[in-house]
């Protein structure tokens, strides 16, 4: 499994960006995909995930902000992010399950990408 994360750059507060996340070797629709991010000198936390149904989960702190959806002819899952806040500037992962249900535990994501930086200035 091959993910590929794209659609980080630099933005100014209260922005909005969409990154993206195309797979090879597994189809999105049938398991669950998440982001994550890192923040210098901070932990990996989640952000959001979308289960096979299309259920979504999110992290408190973007709910309302941002919103994670599938497209499942490209096999792409997208994290569009408005209203962002210096906050939310870190590096974006995306990962793939093997799990059917959205999922904020890292270690139930076998498959990540290689990351995304997002840049929030004030």
């Known amino acids: 499994v091959q993910l590929q994360a794209s659609g980080g750059g630099l933005v100014q507060a209260g922005g909005l960006l969409r990154l993206s996340c195309a797979a090879s070797?597994?189809?999105?629709?049938?398991?669950?995909t998440g982001w994550f991010r890192q923040a210098p000198g901070k932990e990996r936390e989640f952000v959001a995930a979308?289960?096979?149904?299309?259920?979504?989960l999110y992290t408190d702190s973007v709910k309302g902000r941002f919103t994670i959806s599938r497209d499942n002819a490209e096999n792409t899952v997208y994290l569009q992010m408005n209203s962002l806040k210096p906050e939310d500037t870190a590096v974006y992962f995306c990962?793939?399950?093997?799990?059917?249900?959205?999922?904020?535990?890292?270690?139930?994501?076998?498959?990540w990408g290689q990351g995304t930086l997002v840049t929030v200035s004030s």
């Open positions: 070797g597994r189809t999105f629709s049938r398991y669950a």
């Open positions: 979308i289960g096979w149904s299309g259920s979504t």
């Open positions: 990962a793939s399950s093997t799990y059917y249900n959205p999922t904020s535990r890292g270690d139930e994501y076998d498959a």
